[in-house]
């Protein structure tokens, strides 16, 4: 992969998600969400699939030539997000919205378009939003508070991929 092709990949991966430095006593907190086992397809040739590891998931992209090793589930009120930790480094990673709704399994972005808003409200949150990228150090009791109001705004999300659970073949 060249320069600008890894440049381009790594700001899409910087809007697509959440980035956390720190999960704190919240990965603690997360599960396997058992609604999330098995295959899921986009409906243009790629995948997703959520194999259990324990306490937590592996997950395999079609699209991608890696694996995550260790995801969960968050539930903040009714919001849930999926905590994906870096291999790397153990403790880092991305918080990433989704949602099943009659069996489409959606992940949802920070709304770039809302950006300026977001900052007039909670602009000394602890959330940092960059330009091309949403930033928390640590995930606090006061930092969750604030992704679970805004977890209930539409405005400030927008819908990135949405799967359906694929048919086994028999």
């Given at each position: 992969?060249?320069?600008k092709?890894?440049?381009?990949?790594l700001a899409f991966l910087l809007t697509a998600c959440i980035v956390v430095h720190d999960f704190g006593?919240?990965?603690g907190q997360g599960y396997v969400d058992p609604a999330l086992a098995g295959t899921w397809l986009d409906g243009?040739?790629?995948s997703v699939t959520f194999l259990k590891n324990g306490d937590s998931y592996r997950v395999f992209y079609s699209q991608r030539?890696?694996?995550i090793e260790a995801a969960r589930t968050l539930k903040l009120g009714d919001a849930t997000f999926l905590m994906v930790k870096d291999k790397k480094r153990n403790v880092s990673g991305s918080l990433n919205l989704?949602?099943?709704v009659k069996g489409k399994l959606g992940f949802y972005v920070p709304n770039s378009d809302a950006r300026d808003d977001f900052i007039a409200n909670y602009g000394n949150s602890g959330i940092r939003v960059n330009r091309n990228s949403v930033d928390i150090t640590k995930l606090t009791p006061e930092i969750?508070?604030?992704l679970l109001k805004i977890a209930q705004e539409p405005k400030y999300w927008i819908a990135s991929k949405s799967y359906s659970r694929a048919k086994l073949v028999k």
């Open positions: 992969m060249n320069r092709t890894t440049a381009l990949l006593e919240y990965w243009k040739g790629n030539d890696e694996e989704y949602a099943l969750a508070g604030i």
